[in-house]
């Protein structure tokens, strides 16, 4: 049974394990994180798969709001190249 400290802290230990385990550069530092990741999922494995759902759901989250925000920049660029005021015709004028 977990405590509330460890309910608190292992979220965020889970979340530096699992970015190094991905994203490291080093190949020592992810096998010592794959080391670390071994003793933090066995004092709770219930609350340390909790945690990787939790994080991987938030991340999901996370990419779709990018998506949408790309999408409506996209909408705005393509709005501001249709409007004359900010994008105006380039006329020549001949007078005789």
């Not at 990741?37 to 990419?63: C, F, G, N, R, T």
């Not at 709005?79 to 900010?86: E, I, L, Y």
Request: hydrophobic share 40%; with cysteine; aromatic share 6%.
């Amino acid at each position: 049974m977990a405590t509330t400290g460890t309910v608190e802290v292992l979220p965020v230990i889970v979340q530096g394990v699992e970015k190094n385990l991905k994203l490291h550069w080093s190949k020592s530092v992810r096998q010592l994180t794959e080391s670390v990741k071994v003793v933090v999922e066995d004092i709770d494995p219930d609350l340390y798969a909790k945690a990787q759902m939790d994080m991987k759901a938030k991340e999901s989250v996370a990419h779709q709001e990018d998506m949408n925000r790309k999408k409506r920049w996209e909408r705005i660029e393509l709005a501001a190249s249709k409007n004359q005021f900010v994008n105006p015709q380039r006329y020549i004028c001949v007078s005789h």
